[in-house]
């Protein structure tokens, strides 16, 4: 068997879905506007500099989540996926993936952003496993604001894979190939140890260090 590893945001949807929810929240007022919007800049301000905590803005996410009712949460969740994600999904990424899936290889998602997001995201392109950062939740099932682990970013995905092949009694090398599609230089730890990395609508970054290394480059969202 082979193994598909594929980022999320600007590598299968032309979108970043965390970014966008936050905008869906504003928009429909369920957060206070100014002051969301005014965290998240200060949050991009910093993942510009190369200084943003992870966990400290993945529980400022995570946090906004825990401040509606499950039921709520459910209904702005499909609302969110039917407005935003589901018109964004291009055929080209479906027909990447199914491509994967028709080889029988066992496919995944890797993405820093959390669970609760992605995982309709996942299921709306047919994709079984997912590796995201996981919401803590309470004994009754809520979201308690907190991050469960570390984040599933940069190195962390190399560890959350692996973590998540062990489980199956895998490594990476249990596998004949290893693809692992991305668009974005923050995951080169985990590019650089698959054997078959694909810059994927890479930015400039990740687009200058694929050439160098003579890693395949594609661009789905060209049309």
């Known amino acids: 068997m082979n193994l598909a590893l594929f980022d999320l945001d600007h590598t299968l949807l032309p979108i970043d879905s965390d970014y966008e929810w936050g905008q869906f929240l504003m928009r429909i007022g369920a957060v206070d506007a100014a002051e969301f919007a005014r965290r998240n800049d200060e949050f991009f301000a910093q993942y510009q500099a190369g200084t943003l905590d992870p966990v400290e803005y993945l529980e400022f996410s995570l946090g906004t989540l825990a401040s509606f009712p ?14 935003v994600v589901l018109p964004a999904i291009r055929p080209s990424a479906r027909a990447l993936l199914q491509k994967h899936i028709d080889a029988g290889d066992l496919v995944a998602i890797v993405t820093a952003t959390n669970h609760f997001v992605t995982a309709p995201i996942a299921k709306a392109l047919g ?16 979201l308690t604001g907190r991050l469960l682990g570390t984040p599933t970013q940069g190195a ?25 599609y991305s668009d974005s230089h923050n995951d080169l730890p985990l590019m ?10 890479p930015n ?3 687009k200058t260090h694929a050439t160098a290394q003579g890693w395949p480059l594609i ?3 060209n049309d």
């Open 70 to 83: 499950r039921e709520r949460l459910q209904a702005m969740q499909e609302q969110y996926m039917a407005e």
């Open 127 to 142: 994709v079984e496993h997912l590796i995201a950062a996981m919401p803590e939740t309470d004994a009754d099932g809520k």
């Open 156 to 180: 962390g995905k190399v560890t959350h894979t692996k973590a998540w092949l062990a489980k199956m009694d895998k490594k990476l090398e249990d596998f004949g190939t290893v693809h692992f």
């Open 192 to 201: 650089s140890i698959v054997s078959h990395p694909v810059a994927t609508n």
């Open 204 to 206: 400039a970054a990740l």
């Open 219 to 221: 661009d789905l969202f």
